[in-house]
RNA sequence: GGACGGUUAGCUCAGCUGGUUAGAGCGCCUCGUUUACACCGAGGAGGUCACUGGUUCAAAUCCAGUAUCGUCCACCA
């Protein structure tokens, strides 16, 4: 056998461990049956990756959910199952092009307009195409076990094709429709974005009261603003209909400061009485509140901005603010507060902090405003004609909107969200759901299929582009500019990635991925984007499938810095996870990632943590050392089990059930803590130091060896599998993974128990002697005096007194002798040494006695008490009276002791 | 304004389908280089489980409330 190197050296294997997987094949599920006949007819197991940002660069959240996600997969597969691991990327629509974007005007100083549409896409394209190729490799850095042959990226032609498919479905169901609504506008993407896209945070600002005079009279209103350029837009004033101290101006005329426009008053429930000054100007182009108000109220809307973010010049000229045109939206608010205090129309203001929408992409302040867009509608019914989804969705009706689809996709249980609390907050946003804006004013991304003629004005929603149109036959057609938002076709990707449209086309019943792998068996993703994709994802499906994209989805948390913070570039807190890959491998990484994570709580991580776990992998690695080292000695095999044996051999077979119930459960943090405990605790410390002492056991060890690394082969896929190839010409990835015989019994078996009475005895010993400082010196006499049913310790006095380094005496000990001796199973044992402190050990002992007092005190106190013997369970009320006088005879022995040694 | 989550050892976190001296890793202290591993071994110190009340024979665990931190949602100008 080839010498084994002293320590795990991540760097040298990890690489070519991941090449000799990729080359065998068995990423890809219709390869497994080679490996074994288990695969033969096998149940089969998919799940699709969330498919990371084409432009990124991996970051540690990817590394979390990638680790999780393979731990999953690995564990499938090994369990016998046809798995499927779909991985791809994201063209990320707004985020790629911003990215491209800023690069372009950096170092060329042009915009996008300057470049013109092809140009921009054609260096997107180039752009994406190699940082592409960087993801992949970083997610096989990981040591993901995805099925590359089957990669997919949701700008592909296949891809387009099922968006475009499923846009014309929505559309023909009428579920699609353009329409002017206020929506969400980011001056700098230039783009409308999605209400979810917005994020809201407190920000200081200031709150304007302005005097709005009264036509033909000395009064005025005061209105309260936070955004006074907005006024350019006004066309009303709102009070509530019940304040007396504006009931008598509704319906009055009010002249705009600045403007001298007229524009009425009018009255509308949604008025608070007790905010600001009770009268609200109304800017309907740019607040969602104020249109509402206006098509309550019949009042005329003003568009203030154009395209590029600035005043509209047309929009000012018809409305006579003709002063402001091209101004951007900071330059109007200056102007416009500087005019109204020289004219003094400005009452007060006072600092406030209120709410601003961001756009989640570059952070600008989000400018409402009221566009022609694309949306789907969420509340109009469609008919489901499977039936077999409506009853998977407890459905009894045939017509249903999108919306309460979706809600019942996880209400009847069909979708099983863990953690379960993440269920409520599902119902909560379905319950405040608006139909959705698909449509960007970006270039990059899944253009809308929808073309105008222009001659006669048809419009046509195709899959492909129509050379004619069909109406008048005229060829002079163009496509919508708009593209869809990313989320549309991110929504498709259990099934789009699959083959759907064309395998759903393909002969009847004939196997295909999506009839193999659909609906996909566990949706593995962050909390943060339930709505955003995994709402999305059910929508779609739904709709387009009439099924559901998964049977359960697992949410895992964030990643945050040791302070709890978002990790960050400007922030400098940012874990790299290659830099710790490189430091201290991926199977250390993947381990911190993993072990002791909780669904749905955010996750902690530190270097030193990554530290640690490296620590554990070299010590895995040395545990499987010395098992092969001695796998090669000559020995004779033992005959029978030791005490030792018959321990961990039950040890292993309930580690083993509670990891698969683990794992199965998504409790996968908890399994990999079981298993590092018995690992390192069990195996490493016990079990291998007694093999150094009843030998024999060569091969009973190699079989441990084989069940530990198949366990922890889907936590540390590395290490495990470069130490399986060190005597195993398989792989190690395809093995079976062990499961548990039977379910394992709480109770361990009368020879497990000896052993555990072995070991209180053992490590009594050696408190004794780390009380005493006593290490220095080798061999020290300890006296047992052992009760008869006890006499089998005796066979076991070579392991005990090397394993402690005593040497022990069965002969009676006087007692009255001043020595120090510890209790064990009520008997005493003696150690003999020469620097004994009896003040020492009194003191030590009373601080035993009072302890164990204390837990008297409580345990009798709670036996006496009138309902405990009625009321608790016979099997609680026993062992507390076996607590109770074990306690008991402890405290009056070490009261004995005490007066012994004073 | 609503909802959710956290508050357990110096630090990071488990435990929470109630069962009674609360666990792990890191850090700390003492000892030790016994040929798998110093990326190690042995031993140890350290916690009134945020607070207040309640339910119960029994509460870190269940209920109500309070404080505090965090997150999400919501059309208060």
């Known amino acids: 056998m080839k010498e084994i190197a002293k320590a795990y050296n991540s760097k040298e294997t990890e690489d070519q461990i ?26 089969s197991f998919s799940m699709v990756m969330p498919p990371p940002n084409a432009t990124g660069q991996l970051h540690v959240g990817h590394a979390m959910m990638l680790a999780i996600e393979d731990l999953i997969v690995r564990h499938a597969r090994m369990t016998g199952k046809k798995t499927l691991w779909l991985p791809g990327t994201d063209h990320a629509a707004i985020a790629t092009q911003n990215v491209v974007e800023r690069r372009i005007l950096e170092t060329e100083k042009k915009t996008r307009q300057q470049l013109g549409r092809a140009e921009l896409l054609r260096r997107i394209d180039e752009f994406v195409s190699q940082t592409r190729g960087q993801i992949q490799t970083q997610i096989r850095k990981m040591g993901s076990s ?29 579920l699609i429709y353009r329409g002017q609504r206020m929506v969400n506008w980011c001056p700098r993407c230039s783009t409308t974005l999605a209400d979810d896209e917005v994020d809201y945070k407190m920000t200081k600002g200031q709150m304007y009261y302005i005097r709005y005079p009264i036509k033909d009279s000395d009064e005025y209103v005061v209105v309260a603003t936070a955004r006074p350029e907005t006024m350019l837009g006004d066309t009303g004033v709102a009070v509530h209909p019940k304040d007396p101290r504006y009931k008598k101006m509704v319906g009055k005329i009010v002249m705009l400061p600045l403007l001298n426009r007229e524009i009425p008053i009018v009255a509308d429930e949604h008025i608070d009485l007790e905010f600001g000054t009770g009268a609200m100007k109304v800017t309907p182009g740019h607040d969602h509140n104020d249109f509402e108000i206006a098509q309550r109220n019949g009042l005329d809307m003003i568009h203030l901005y154009s395209a590029d973010g600035k005043i509209d010049p047309l929009e000012a000229a018809d409305h006579g603010f003709d002063d402001y045109a091209g101004l951007t939206k900071e330059e109007a608010l200056k102007r416009v507060t500087q005019e109204l205090a020289d004219k003094e129309f400005i009452e007060k203001t006072e600092a406030i902090e209120h709410r601003v929408g961001y756009c989640y992409r570059c952070s600008t302040i989000v400018e409402p405003i009221v566009s022609k867009q694309w949306f789907v509608n969420v509340n109009k019914p469609f008919t489901i004609s499977k039936d077999s989804f409506r009853k998977l969705l407890g459905l009894a009706q045939k017509e249903i909107t999108l919306k309460d689809m979706m809600t019942a996709a996880v209400e009847s249980g069909a979708i099983q969200i863990v953690p379960k609390r993440f269920e409520k907050i599902y119902f909560e946003w379905m319950k405040n759901l608006r139909d959705w804006n698909i449509s960007r004013q970006i270039w990059y991304g899944h253009r809308i299929p929808v073309w105008y003629c222009q001659d006669c004005g048809e419009m046509i929603v195709a899959t492909a582009a129509p050379t ?4 008048c036959q005229n060829g002079r057609i163009v496509q919508d500019e708009d593209t869809l938002d990313t989320w549309f076709s991110s929504g498709l990707w259990t099934f789009s990635t699959l083959g759907w449209p064309s395998s759903a086309a393909a002969s009847e019943g004939a196997p295909n991925d999506l009839a193999t792998y659909h609906p996909t068996t566990i949706m593995e993703t962050g909390y943060d984007i339930l709505f955003f994709w995994v709402a999305r994802m059910v929508l779609m499906t739904g709709f387009a499938l009439e099924d559901i994209p998964f049977r359960a989805v697992y949410l895992h ?31 250390a990484l993947r381990l911190s990632l993993v072990i002791g994570i909780t669904p749905g709580n955010d996750l902690k991580i530190s270097e030193e943590k990554i530290k640690a776990h490296r620590n554990f992998v ?5 545990v499987s050392r010395f098992i092969l080292q001695q796998a090669e000695a000559e020995e004779i095999p033992a005959e029978s089990p030791t005490l030792a044996d018959q321990w961990i051999r039950e040890r292993l077979a309930t580690v083993t059930a509670n990891v698969n119930k683990k794992i199965i459960g998504f409790d996968y943090g908890s399994a990999g803590e079981e298993l590092l405990k018995f690992t390192w605790g069990d195996v490493a410390d016990w079990y291998l130091e007694i093999a150094k002492i009843e030998k024999g056991k060569q091969q009973f060890l190699q079989d441990l060896l084989r069940q ?50 072995i070991q209180e005895l053992i490590t009594g010993l050696r408190n004794v002697r780390g009380e005493y400082r006593l290490n220095p010196i080798p061999v020290y006499a300890s006296y047992l005096q052992i009760p008869e049913d006890m006499a089998w310790i005796a066979n076991y006095a070579e392991l005990i007194e090397k394993l402690t380094r005593t040497k022990l005496n069965f002969e009676p000990m006087d007692e009255d002798k001043k020595m120090p001796y510890f209790l064990w199973k009520g008997q005493k044992v003696f150690l003999i040494i020469p620097n004994f402190d009896a003040q020492k050990e009194i003191a030590l002992t009373q601080k035993q006695l009072k302890d164990t007092e204390a837990f008297v005190k409580r345990i009798s106190a709670q036996i006496k008490k009138p309902g405990f013997l009625k009321k608790a369970p016979a099997d609680i009320v026993e062992k507390m009276k076996l607590d109770l006088a074990d306690a008991e005879t402890k405290a009056k022995n070490l009261k004995t002791k005490i007066k012994q040694l004073r």
Request: proline content about 6%; overall charge neutral; glycine content about 4%.
């Open 18 to 43: 991941y090449q000799k997987w990729e080359q065998s094949g068995f990423f890809n599920p219709d390869n497994l049956e080679k490996a074994s006949d288990r695969f033969w007819n096998a149940e």
């Open 708 to 757: 530990l690394l198949k366990l922890w082969h889907p936590f540390a896929p590395f290490v495990t599998e470069q130490i399986w190839s060190e005597f195993n010409d398989s792989i190690l990835m395809v093995q079976d993974y062990p499961l548990a015989e039977k379910p394992p019994s709480k109770k361990l078996s009368q020879t497990a128990e000896q052993f555990k009475i």
């Open 468 to 471: 004619a149109c069909p109406k």
């Open 146 to 174: 995805a099925d590359w042959s089957r990669e997919k990226f949701t700008l592909s032609p296949e891809l387009s094709l099922a968006v475009r498919t499923v846009f014309k479905k929505l559309f023909d169901a009428g």
């Open 618 to 622: 070299n010590k895995l690695w040395n």
């Open 557 to 587: 948390g964030l990643v945050r810095d040791t302070e709890g913070k978002k990790m960050s570039k400007s922030k400098g807190n940012v874990i790299n996870p290659l830099e710790m890959i490189e430091k201290y491998g991926t199977d």
